[in-house]
């Protein structure tokens, strides 16, 4: 037998439960099975808060406009014959009275305690809590000092709460917590939804979008039984029923590709990824993410995309391409200009502007060197490291916090990546390089995008590189997918791809610090 829960020792939980038998006893239900409010605060109070309706005598004599709402009883004072109350709903909040004369409960008698009339104002005093959830219907009117308020004629009972709510400075004031009890936070700051209704809002901005742009939504597999399409560790598991071990995805690449293959030219998912790696305030295990491929488009193509959609949903957000950023070092206002075009550069010619590095200036043992003195990395996995994955890991440490406006950066090592296509040969690009950028704002990446490898020697001979590696140990490199170089031998057309971070995409729309403040239920480590 499981011990119970700690809560139900508190006397206030002990104190609801009594109420609830009581109000059972009395014959109120306290959690009916429906109820349909007509109307939500904000909508009653943008209507009619600078109307001329009339008075509290007007709203009881039912003159005035009706209304009909339900939410959470959050504030409540008795005033004698009338008592007070504010009732939020997802929009917000609006002022309740109730009336000891006109003021009816749904399904209750008033009756007589210890010779005491029980009116149906004196239940609603002394069986409802603040939390309990109500459904109001009444008239509107203005009180003395020209608040909108609901003359409450019939109020029912919607669900009795056995808890009550967190004192909003004291009791919620610890930000874990907040992150562990998020319908704890979301009642208790408002303001935490409207993040919430903006990452909806920019999902359905995306879906748009991409349709309009020929793009069809699809579905693929989370668990797979080779993982790929990233450099990151996977969670594993087992299924039972073939007794085969199994993954959960850390990319939607491989088989989009598969689609891609299979003749679907432009193809997008929006799904959850999970990768075992560490938590900080821009990574969670499982993430959201965008991936697109469009068959005959390049990275140059992808660029253009990645910036429309970005600045699109800026514009379609704020009417505007300027949006509100605080500096993730300082802590300073900036604005941040996602108008296209965005400043394009190479890795190296990043790292010679931001870092004051001539790449072409240094050896391996150089850059190991700054590598180490910078106390990003670990000594030990650097000596392992090719030329091209010490350039990554230089522009990771001396660039990457610099790029605060948008930036496209193009042209990787070509170590970086087993999935991506040769640079084009040209006057410019020397060999060792693919044709990928990577995107940053506030000094993050939020999307990374190929010119995709379709031939399949090449495929082959990247990805039993990469495979080596694991077996030497590297837990973020992925095994030799078969499956994939097989479908890439039946013929992939020249294809540009992109992924974009959703978390981190809302996080730069809505000017938040954290990753966990963007998404419902971020992982916390148990208590």
Not at 178 to 183: D, F, G, M
Request: aromatic share 8%; glycine share 6%.
């Amino acid at each position: 037998m499981p011990s119970k829960p700690e809560y139900q020792d508190h006397e206030e939980f002990q104190n609801r439960s009594r109420k609830l038998s009581e109000i059972r006893h009395l014959n109120v239900e306290p959690y009916p099975h429906k109820y349909t409010p007509k109307h939500h605060s904000e909508e009653i109070l943008k209507k009619y808060s600078s109307s001329q309706i009339g008075h509290s005598e007007d709203a009881a004599a039912g003159t005035t406009p009706e209304a009909s709402v339900a939410g959470r009883l959050v504030l409540f004072r008795s005033m004698g014959k009338n008592a007070f109350a504010h009732i939020q709903d997802h929009s917000g909040r609006i002022q309740i009275m109730f009336n000891r004369d006109a003021t009816t409960v749904t399904g209750y008698t008033p009756s007589s305690s210890d010779g005491e009339p029980l009116s149906a104002l004196k239940f609603i005093e002394k069986k409802i809590d603040l939390g309990d959830i109500l459904g109001i219907e009444g008239h509107l009117f203005h009180t003395n000092k020209g608040e909108l308020t609901i003359f409450a004629k019939k109020v029912t009972l919607l669900c009795k709460t056995l808890l009550p709510l967190a004192e909003k400075h004291s009791g919620l004031a610890d930000k874990e917590l907040r992150y562990r009890k998020r319908w704890l936070d979301l009642i208790t700051h408002p303001e935490v939804q409207q993040s919430f209704r903006t990452r909806s809002r920019i999902l359905s901005y995306i879906r748009n979008f991409m349709q309009k742009k020929e793009f069809m939504e699809v579905e693929t597999p989370i668990l797979q039984s080779i993982y790929g399409g990233a450099e990151a560790r996977p969670f594993e598991t087992n299924l039972h029923a073939l007794d085969q071990d199994m993954f959960l995805r850390i990319s939607l690449e491989i088989p989009l590709k598969k689609l891609i293959v299979g003749g679907m030219e432009r193809i997008y998912e929006i799904g959850r990824v999970f990768r075992n790696e560490g938590i900080d305030r821009n990574h969670n295990p499982e993430f959201t993410l965008l991936e697109a491929y469009a068959a005959y488009w390049d990275y140059n193509d992808m660029m253009e995309l990645v910036e429309n959609l970005f600045a699109g949903i800026a514009q379609d957000l704020y009417g505007s391409t300027q949006v509100a950023a605080t500096h993730p070092e300082t802590g300073e206002a900036v604005t941040l200009e996602l108008k296209t075009p965005w400043k394009r550069m190479t890795m190296k010619e990043a790292l010679q502007e931001y870092g004051k590095i001539d790449i072409d200036q240094l050896n391996e043992e150089q850059m190991r060197k700054m590598l180490i003195e910078s106390g990003h990395c670990d000594p030990k996995k650097l000596s392992t490291m090719s030329r091209g994955l010490l350039i990554a890991a230089l522009f990771a440490v001396k660039v990457e916090h610099h790029l605060i406006q948008p930036h496209h950066i193009t042209d990787h090592p070509i170590e970086t990546t087993p999935l991506c296509k040769p640079h084009r040969k040209g006057e410019s690009c020397s060999e060792g390089l693919v044709e990928r950028f990577e995107s940053f704002i506030m000094g993050q990446e939020i999307c990374n995008a190929y010119s995709e490898l379709n031939d399949p020697e090449i495929q082959r001979k990247l990805l039993e590189n990469q495979s080596a590696r694991r077996d030497a140990g590297d837990e973020e490199a992925s095994p030799l997918d078969e499956e994939f170089i097989e479908a890439i031998c039946q013929g992939m057309p020249p294809t540009g791809g992109v992924g974009i971070g959703i978390d981190r995409l809302v996080m730069i729309l809505t000017n938040t610090h954290s990753i966990r403040d963007v998404l419902y239920f971020p992982w916390m480590k148990p208590l």
